[in-house]
């Protein structure tokens, strides 16, 4: 442990210490977390199928269909305030900003808004009563516009998921879908890591899925 401070001995010990407790109690090595799971075209219906027949079915579904058809992070999703996507005219945007401190990487990039995604937005917004345009977009019941956390956005989508009868979705499901979809028609790695907010195009890369069926069309093109 050569170069290592007391302070950063203690922490790797520990470390050393709590894999050592699992591999006895689990009889195994732990296993490494799993990406989300990529949300299929029937689950994707499922999850909005049930969305429908909930309290607040409007910002649910504009909520799931953000992060599904723009790619947000759970946190950034919570992070929008109304002014973000509506301008003055209370009009939905067809590009907007997400600021630095809104973004995991804390680097500012422009969301660019799709036909069908504004439709979405637009619906919402109508059947929505904001009390002012720097609350959060998505409501909670708290009051004064506070609306979700990054980790209470991810709970309520986990409990959605499940209730829904998809097994193995978290919040980080949309996006992944999101890139492997645009990847399966044929995108630049260098694009989507430049709309996912990625600062390497290998953290892309580990978003998109291959599956037999990709694997069986490509050898056609040959």
């Known amino acids: 442990m050569w170069g290592l401070n007391k302070k950063e ?3 790797k010990n520990k470390r050393n210490y709590a894999k050592r407790l699992a591999e006895h109690w689990l009889g195994r090595k732990p296993k490494m977390s799993k ?8 689950e994707q219906r499922r ?3 049930y969305i429908a027949t909930r309290p607040h079915a409007a910002r649910n ?17 919570a992070a929008l305030l109304v002014s973000d996507v509506v301008d003055e005219k209370g009009q939905v945007r067809r590009e907007f900003v997400l600021r630095a401190e809104q973004t995991k990487g804390r680097q500012a990039r422009t969301v ?5 995604l504004h439709k979405e937005l637009t619906r919402y917004i109508k059947a929505t009563e904001f009390e002012h345009r720097y609350h959060k977009l998505f409501y909670t ?34 996006r992944r879908t999101f890139i492997t979809n645009l990847a399966e ?3 630049s790695v260098r694009v989507l890591a430049s709309l996912a907010g990625h600062r390497s195009i290998a953290t892309t890369q580990r978003y998109i899925d291959v599956n037999d069926d990709q694997k069986r069309k490509a050898v056609e093109l040959v």
């Open 61 to 77: 579904r504009a909520m799931f269909m953000i992060m599904f058809l723009a790619g947000l992070r759970v946190g950034e999703t």
């Open 141 to 174: 019941q708290k009051k004064g516009g506070a609306g979700f956390t990054a980790n209470t956005l991810t709970q309520h989508f986990y409990h959605l998921y499940r209730k829904a009868g998809v097994d193995g979705a978290s919040s980080h499901s949309t």
């Open 9 to 11: 001995v203690v922490k």
């Open 112 to 116: 660019f808004v799709s036909d069908r």
């Open 47 to 49: 999850v909005l199928d």
């Open 35 to 42: 990406q989300a799971k990529t949300l299929t075209p029937q």
């Open 185 to 187: 028609q044929g995108i």
